[in-house]
């Protein structure tokens, strides 16, 4: 499995804007979803974003995060990013990311995927 180290997490006004990174270990291939996953407090992980290389970069966003969030991918750093902006209270959790065990697309279960990273804090306040 590949080793997935999380950056960027924090605490942010309500309004505000983060951006989380994640460096993969070694070189995932590109054509395998790499996608963004989180957990609030008492509530189960869910699917955040995912990106894969088919040509063009596809990209899959979960509708509460759509239009304020924007996932990318540079398979020359084996690092994807996850542009969070208009973050609200309601996107505190921690968030993973995570690599798919097959190419398969779109990828949101999470069982999709078995390379996880450990995770990094977002707080946002009202």
């Known amino acids: 499995q590949v080793q997935l180290v999380e950056s960027g997490g924090g605490l942010v006004q309500a309004g505000g804007s983060l951006r989380l990174s994640c460096a993969a270990s070694?070189?995932?291939?590109?054509?395998?979803?790499m996608g963004w996953f989180r957990q609030a407090p008492g509530k189960e992980r869910e699917f955040v974003a995912a990106?894969?290389?088919?040509?063009?970069?596809?990209?899959d966003y979960a509708d509460s995060v759509k239009g304020r969030f924007t996932i990318s991918r540079d398979n020359a750093k084996n690092t994807v990013y996850l542009q969070m902006n208009s973050l609200s209270p309601e996107d505190t959790a921690v968030y993973y990311c995570?690599?798919?065990?097959?190419?398969?697309?779109?990828?949101?279960?999470?069982?999709?995927?078995?390379?996880w990273g450990q995770g990094t804090q977002v707080t946002v306040s009202s």
């Open positions: 070694e070189r995932t291939f590109s054509n395998y979803p």
């Open positions: 995570a690599v798919a065990r097959r190419p398969g697309w779109p990828s949101r279960k999470i069982g999709d995927f078995d390379s």
């Open positions: 990106t894969r290389w088919s040509g063009t970069y596809l990209k």
